[in-house]
Nanobody, 125 residues
């Protein structure tokens, strides 16, 4: 599976953006998909993940109630709707996918097999 993220941009605090992740390959629907972000000078951190068929979603505490992860397997795509954006959300956002038999926490980057190239999100105050 190859991934390509899009939809980044610059917004003012309180604004919204929707990130998309386009996947290639026939098996995407069986992969867990995650979103991670990396701010300048910081480590990559988990944002959200969604299991196959969207049966389960998880979020890091700082984005709960503001971000929504979703997927449309008919389009081989995943999404991250980001509302009420804050300056601290500024980062490069990466989508990732992991194979069905991978174990371990869905919030840990090493458990993911495929990564997109990243989309820059800048939130100004």
């Amino acid at each position: 599976v190859q991934l390509q993220a899009s939809g980044g941009g610059s917004v003012q605090a309180g604004g919204s953006l929707r990130l998309s992740c386009a996947a290639s390959g026939p098996t995407f629907s069986s992969y867990t998909m995650g979103w991670f972000r990396q701010a300048p000078g910081k480590e990559r951190e988990f944002v959200s993940a969604i299991t196959p068929s969207g049966s389960n979603t998880i979020y890091t505490d700082s984005v709960k109630g503001r971000f929504t992860i979703s997927r449309d397997d008919s389009k081989n795509s995943g999404y991250l709707q980001m509302n009420s954006l804050k300056p601290e959300d500024t980062a490069v956002y990466y989508c990732a996918a992991r194979k069905p038999y991978n174990t371990g926490s869905r919030s840990r980057p090493p458990t993911y097999d495929c990564w997109g190239q990243g989309a820059l999100v800048t939130v100004s105050s």
